[in-house]
């Protein structure tokens, strides 16, 4: 096996196992019995599956969603999508994605090992996607192959511990604790976020509907049945919209009120396997990860992915979410408007990153707090992609770019620093 193929489609690219031979070291060195190592090494992983899992599930109902979009506003776009892009980078730059993820990741633990900066950042596709932006644009320029390397890998390793660091102030207000931070290139769109929601006040207590449907309190306590509610209602508005006929033509000659409820279920099942996923895989990994901390990176915390944020506020990441996406369809039209390229919403990145912005601009700022946040969040990732789009010029057209705010971020200022 080369260096690629250990590096992509080994450690970084099962990082259930990567999460796990953590937990694994991590309760040897604190001296846990024989089952506690066994059952915690297993909990991790399986969590971090249920969470892939889960994922997989709602991805799969938004997908659906975003071929809806289309098919009803007849727009023609590109749309963001991390791990696709991805995909075109590692055909035309695995070699060089390897190899930066590689330097990156070394020079990342030399700065939690002596530095102040203390964060182990454990989200391994992010890691890819980030390496493949570096990559991607480092490629264009005229610097010679060995250069590349090095350039890439140091702003990776940069990246990958200032990240969680940036959003930390903002996280800890959430989880009311030190235990772990987010390791999701989102962390812009995070403080935005949160900075905006520190404007308003704080919440008083769980999130609250209106006072006219206050009959129906009781029923937000049950997360599942609320999220199923109101991502049937997302689905079934969508259908009226685009036309019940294309909803037929476009998913096989479904009924349009069947496929919403259908779709509805999908997406509500993949939340409550990621909460659950979320769950299991906490209760093992933060213990665990404070033996090796103690031994090898003294007071370092973990980084893990943005969807463990979602259970400490279910609510406020389905509507951060939604009203994420809703910024981001406006801003599609401004840009058709005034004729500038195209970005079609990415559905997916607004779930996860507006998801997540949504649960920080609720605790901090409330309900409104939240609204407000959410639609500068969702511009953000929105118009971003538009200026990273002719740094990757050698890529060739595409149809897809990447969606969250850091990785075009890094990709834009790493393209004007060049030229």
């Known amino acids: 096996m080369n260096v690629t193929e250990l590096i992509n489609r080994g450690l970084f690219g099962e990082p259930a196992f990567l999460l796990g031979m953590v937990a694994f070291i991590g309760l040897i060195l604190i001296r846990a019995d024989f089952h506690a190592v066994i059952s915690g090494t297993v909990k991790t992983m399986v969590g971090y599956i249920l969470l892939q899992v889960g994922a997989t599930a709602a991805g799969a109902s938004l997908s659906n969603l975003t071929l809806m979009i289309q098919e009803g506003f007849r727009v023609i776009g590109i749309i963001p999508h991390n791990e696709a892009i991805t995909a075109l980078v590692q055909v035309n730059y695995g070699q060089e994605v390897a190899i930066m993820m590689l330097i990156g990741m070394t020079g990342h633990l030399l700065i939690a090992r002596f530095t102040p900066i203390k964060y182990i950042f454990l989200s391994g596709h992010h890691i890819l996607f980030m390496s493949s932006v570096i990559a991607s644009v480092l490629v264009a320029s005229v610097l010679n192959t060995t250069l590349n390397y090095l350039i890439g890998g140091l702003i990776l390793a940069l990246t990958l511990s200032l990240a969680p660091a940036i959003s930390q102030p903002f996280v800890k207000q959430v989880v009311g604790h030190q235990n772990f931070a987010i390791a999701h290139f989102n962390s812009v769109g995070y403080v935005l976020a949160g900075f905006i929601a520190r404007f308003f006040k704080p919440p008083k207590g769980p999130l609250q509907l209106p006072a006219s449907l206050r009959k129906i309190e009781p029923l937000m306590h049950d997360h ?110 401004v840009m058709s408007a005034m004729q500038f390229t195209v970005i079609i919403p990415g559905v997916i990145p607004h779930f996860f990153a507006g998801g997540a912005a949504g649960v920080i601009a609720y605790k901090i700022g409330g309900g409104r707090g939240l609204v407000v946040s959410s639609i500068f969040h969702g511009i953000l990732i929105t118009v971003l992609p538009l200026f990273l789009l002719g740094f990757m010029s050698e890529l060739g057209f595409m149809r897809t770019t990447f969606g969250d705010s850091d990785l075009n971020i890094i990709g834009i200022l790493l393209g004007w620093l060049l030229q």
Request: aromatic share 20%; hydrophobic share 60%; glycine share 6%.
């Open 224 to 333: 599942i049945l609320m999220i199923s509610f109101f991502s049937f209602n997302l689905f079934f508005v969508s259908s009226l919209f685009v036309g019940p006929e294309a909803v037929s033509n476009l998913f096989s000659g479904r009924n349009f009120f069947v496929f919403s409820i259908i779709q509805a279920m999908w997406f509500s099942a993949g939340m409550y396997v990621i909460l659950t996923g979320v769950r299991m895989m906490l209760a093992e990994i933060v213990p665990a990860f404070k033996g090796i901390a103690e031994r090898w990176i003294p007071n370092a915390t973990i980084a893990l992915d943005a969807p463990v944020l979602f259970t400490y506020a279910p609510y406020a990441a389905i509507f951060g979410f939604i009203i994420s996406f809703t910024a981001g369809l406006v801003s599609m039209f």
